[in-house]
């Protein structure tokens, strides 16, 4: 970390031999209530995970999952009820928020009312006493980026939400010789072409950069736009770190299926027994590769994309009851019924689609499946 070094501060060039960002290790777990004794008292059940120098990250789930907490304790706002933070190696777990030299962008921004636009996006740098003639280069760069140009000198007390959030934004990004960067859901109140912009912003500095940058959002669009590697996260679990396509194609957890996607991974109940697979109570014939399933109850889980759909029987196809057809200009929704499940298929436009009410064969077995034992991924 460097937390000194003014030539750093040049932006976007950077000191050589100046390491600012770290490498983020934790192995921890967070409970805010004393004395955890069972799951639901822990905001973040324990994990281990790491981010890389110079990396993308998102951490994506629901309302209450743990996100926030995570990144609080990346940056040092929260100490963990167990465990350690490292950056670099080096044990930062009772270190400040200043200590680790962490840039944060929180859920609600933080603005200094009477400030003006200019002062507020420069604080940052005030702060580390850098050169006057810097500052305003500097806030002159992020205003451009931010579109906040013409408000410069505007008092933020009178501003609109969406221009405060803007802000926030900026202040994050003004220093660069920072470890690194967490944005908290920074872009909630920002309209959507400009929100869409913003991202693709961030993107872009991150590459120019190359700075470690955490994001947290339950929008999972903007999760696998934004980063090189998504960690979905449910009741204080994070379940998965992967790409977007390993996300997709690999769910390591039922939660992961069924959160990522639009409609998400389709389950149907499975046993494998001496007499080989049955889904939904049917028997089908598994491919050899696929023959070594472990044996007893399973969930198979097939993404609506990988579905093959005919209104003829064909073999290794389950027969459904067409629910509901969905026309989105450029494919398909079918939604049909299966015994008490219901299931989806994406399907390509069709000049003759299903008709309500009808017979559809859904092959569900194939090599895209997968297999879960208590939401866990086991084939
Ligand atoms: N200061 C606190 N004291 C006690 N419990 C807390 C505190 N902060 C969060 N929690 C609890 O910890 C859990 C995780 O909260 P957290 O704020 O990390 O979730 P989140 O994923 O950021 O949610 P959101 O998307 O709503 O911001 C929730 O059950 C929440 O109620
Ligand atoms: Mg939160």
Known sequence: MCLTAPA????????????????????????????????????????????ENGGAY???????CGKTTMLNLMSGLLQPSQGTVLFDGQDVTRSTPQQRNIAQVFQFPVIYDTMTVAENLGFPLRNRKMPAEQIRKRVGEIA???????????????????????????????????????????????????KWQLRRKLKQIHRELKLTLVYVTHDQVEALTFAQQVVVMTRGRAVQMGTAAQ??????????????????????????GPQGLQVCGMALPLAAEQADLPHGDLKLGIRPEY??????????ALAMQVQQVQDVGTHFIVTASLQEQVFKARLAMMAEPFAVGSTVWCQVLNDKSCFYRNEEIVA
């Open 8 to 51: 750093c501060w040049l932006w976007p060039r950077r000191a050589k031999g100046c390491t600012e960002m770290a490498r983020i290790d934790l192995d921890l777990a967070h409970a805010y209530r004393p004395k955890p004794q069972q799951d639901s008292d822990y905001a973040l059940l324990p994990l281990k995970m790491s981010f």
């Open 58 to 64: 998102a951490l994506l789930g629901p309302s209450g």
């Open 307 to 316: 579905v093959r759909c005919a209104a003829s029987r064909f073999d290794g």
């Open 144 to 194: 451009e980026m931010l579109d906040l140009s013409g408000q410069l000198n505007q008092r933020a007390s009178g501003l609109a939400a969406d221009a405060k959030q803007k802000i926030s934004l900026g202040r994050g990004l003004v220093r660069s010789d920072v470890s690194a960067v967490l944005f908290d859901e920074p872009l909630t109140v920002i309209d959507p072409h400009l």
């Open 247 to 272: 996300l997709f194609e690999r769910p390591s957890h039922t939660f992961v299926g069924h959160f990522i996607g639009s409609p998400g991974m389709n389950f149907l109940p499975a046993h494998m």
